[in-house]
């Protein structure tokens, strides 16, 4: 019997999570127009630091990732990193939840999902189209695929925008729904020290005011052979500054920041991500087209934000194309 094949747009959290609970009974293939896996679950590297520059920790709300999580404590992929809320006077247990972080970095989290998919990156998608039957999954470089059905984790406004290109008409409710959906952008300031930066245990500031939204020492936090500091500003900062130089935005967060030490020169890189995080959710786990061959949007935008609502949104979502091709698997 012939197995379906699935094309994966977006190796993020949801997309390698759909991609295991898939691989049983369909043929799997996960594009990516990055150069590595991971999504937002991002780390750099910068002279001898080691920087978490996109999700700065995991939670658990729910048993079934509450499970995942421990699977990769146990298997050395993440370590727990603090429990209960950072709030101006340090560590509270306000709302009792432990934050993980990754053992190595965030993104090692997401190489370690990875093992065993066929993952494809630097893969650009250009345009999503069908014939009524099947989809056809164009690349910038020329190449496409043909799959009985896709399953698109990208922030939504780009998966609209490649469904657009293929000339696909989403339906009136489907239209409606992916349109009500919002996202945060934010500006990820990136730089490493001479120095101790002046935070205290664990290594992490959540600031109530000012242009920073969180602040993090990754020497601290128990990645970076050096000190090196992550600031994430807030998202009216992020609006106001998003086409200002990388300099304007370098000064306005060192200010606010008043870390112990200098920045190392050369070493500030800034990372503009422009659907950081959703600020209206679809309320459901994920969104099956309608009128179209099989094709399901999820990721963190669907039913609960973060890396455990985007994980909750990938297993969803593969459980729907399972349902579809259950008579074939």
């Not at 709030?87 to 990754?102: L, M, N, Q, W």
């Not at 190595?104 to 014939?131: C, E, Y």
């Not at 409606?176 to 934010?186: F, G, K, M, N, R």
Request: proline letters at 5%; hydrophobic letters at 45%.
């Amino acid at each position: 019997m012939v197995r379906p094949r699935v094309v994966i747009v977006g190796a993020g959290m949801a997309g390698l999570t759909a991609a295991h609970r898939l691989q049983e009974h369909c043929d799997v293939i996960v594009l990516d127009k990055g150069r590595g896996v991971g999504g937002r679950l991002a780390t750099r590297r910068i002279g001898d630091a080691t920087i978490d520059h996109g999700a700065q920790f995991i939670t658990t709300h729910t048993a079934e990732f509450a499970e995942a999580v421990e699977g990769w404590v146990n298997d050395g992929v993440a370590d727990p990193w603090f429990r209960g809320r950072i709030g101006p006077e340090g560590v509270s247990d306000s709302d009792g939840h432990t934050r993980f972080r990754g053992a190595v970095s965030m993104n090692a989290i997401a190489k370690n999902l990875a093992v065993g998919l066929d993952v494809r990156t630097a893969s650009q998608v250009s345009a999503l189209s069908h014939d009524g039957e099947t989809w056809k999954v164009a690349l910038v470089d020329g190449s496409e695929l043909v799959a009985e059905a896709v399953l698109s984790t990208a922030p939504v406004p780009q998966t609209m925008t490649l469904l657009e290109n293929g000339g696909v008409e989403l339906a009136a409710k489907d239209k409606v729904a992916l349109h009500a959906i919002e996202y945060d952008p934010c500006l990820a300031f990136m730089a490493v020290l001479d120095g101790p930066s002046g935070l205290s245990e664990p290594g992490a500031v959540d600031p109530i005011e000012g242009p920073i939204d969180w602040m993090a020492d990754n020497f601290l936090k128990g990645i970076s052979a050096v000190p090196a500091v992550t600031i994430h500003a807030t998202p009216e900062f992020s609006r106001a500054q998003w086409d200002a130089s990388d300099d304007v935005i370098t000064e306005a967060l060192l200010d606010a920041a008043r870390l112990e030490s200098a920045v190392i020169p050369g070493s500030v890189q800034i990372q503009r991500w422009r659907y950081a995080r959703p600020s209206v959710e679809h309320p459901a786990r994920f969104l099956q087209l309608s009128d179209v061959p099989t094709f399901v949007c999820a990721g963190d935008a669907f039913g609960g934000a973060k890396v455990e609502g985007a994980a909750l949104s990938g297993a969803a979502a593969a459980e729907a194309i399972e349902r579809v091709f259950g008579g074939e698997a």
